[in-house]
């Protein structure tokens, strides 16, 4: 049987990544004790995790970015991991705090201990990028299937049959538990169009006492522009047998509406439908373009 990069799992009802994931350990997460000062940045794949790992790294270093452009960190993971990934659990349960974690789960496997203790980021942004993005990741990230054509994967992402789950649920099961968790929530737009302002609202979720100057020291680090050129935030540095350098950045274009240069008007008409009924009661509204 040929390699088959996705694995469901029938006991979490979510689909992880062969190799990456194990059922089990994710299973466990639900137990792991919580500090006050844990703090968890939850997103649905390409809404911007590499960016709140590069922000909330500087916040914790007050915008000194030697902290994370040491030549021995491979990338942003290595010092800010995804709380499901193996090998990653032994670590949490030893780390020295702050313990800052990523995830992609959905908060029905996050450790119930959060309703007490520790805090949330959700960041979320508008779906028709999310899809044009993670279409690209698609082609680069061996350990995910490259996409047939655009349209397939259109489909695909409508259906939720990718991993993880599909991001309406994603966002909407997050979305309800916002109040029984002490939780930041807001949009990739927000930080395209007031990057000093999310880092501003970061800093004080996070108690976190910046001067103006180290704010924006923040800020300088975690423009697109500067962001690009680093490798850390970019996977460069990771092996030819996870990505496939040739095939793009990760660091790609960092916009809001690239989608108008992807959907057909078929497809757009089609989004909005199944947007629109999926959605229909979410308060939140989403930018689409600028
Ligand atoms: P694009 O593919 O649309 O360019 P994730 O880290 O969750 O996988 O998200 C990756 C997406 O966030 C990519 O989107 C990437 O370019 C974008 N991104 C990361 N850092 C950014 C920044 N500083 N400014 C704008 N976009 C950024």
């Not at 029984?180 to 302002?197: A, G, H, P, Y």
Request: proline residues 5%; charged residues 25%.
């Amino acid at each position: 049987t040929p390699w088959q990069p996705l694995l469901f799992s029938p006991l979490l009802g979510f689909t992880l990544i062969r190799g990456t994931h194990d059922p089990d350990d994710v299973d466990q997460i639900k137990h792991l004790e919580i500090r006050d000062s844990d703090v968890f940045v939850a997103t649905y794949p390409k809404s911007g995790t590499i960016w709140l790992q590069q922000i909330l790294l500087l916040v914790e270093a007050k915008g000194d970015v030697t902290a994370i452009r040491n030549p021995t960190i491979v990338s942003n993971a290595d010092i800010m991991p995804w709380m499901e990934s193996i090998g990653t659990r032994e670590m949490f349960i030893t780390a020295p705090s702050p313990r800052m974690r990523v995830t992609h789960l959905q908060p029905q496997f996050m450790p119930l201990a959060l309703s007490q203790r520790g805090k949330v980021i959700y960041v979320a942004r508008n779906p028709k990028d999310v899809l044009v993005s993670y279409f690209y990741f698609h082609k680069m990230a061996k350990m995910l299937e490259t996409p047939k054509d655009f349209n397939d994967f259109f489909e695909k992402f409508l259906r939720g049959d990718l991993f993880g789950c599909s991001w309406f649920d994603h966002i909407k099961a997050w979305y309800s538990v916002k109040d029984e968790m002490n939780m930041l929530f807001f949009t990739f737009e927000e930080m395209i169009q007031d990057l000093k302002s999310v880092v501003q609202r970061i800093s004080l979720f996070l108690g976190k006492d910046l001067t103006n100057e180290e704010q924006a020291n923040v800020v300088k680090h975690s423009t697109f522009k500067k962001m690009k050129d680093i490798p850390q935030a970019n996977y460069k540095q990771v092996s030819e047998e996870m990505f496939n350098h040739q095939n793009g950045m990760f660091m790609r274009k960092g916009t809001i509406g690239d989608w108008k240069n992807h959907f057909t008007v078929a497809q757009n008409e089609r989004f909005d439908q199944v947007f629109q009924k999926e959605m229909k009661d979410f308060p939140v509204s989403f930018i689409w373009d600028i």
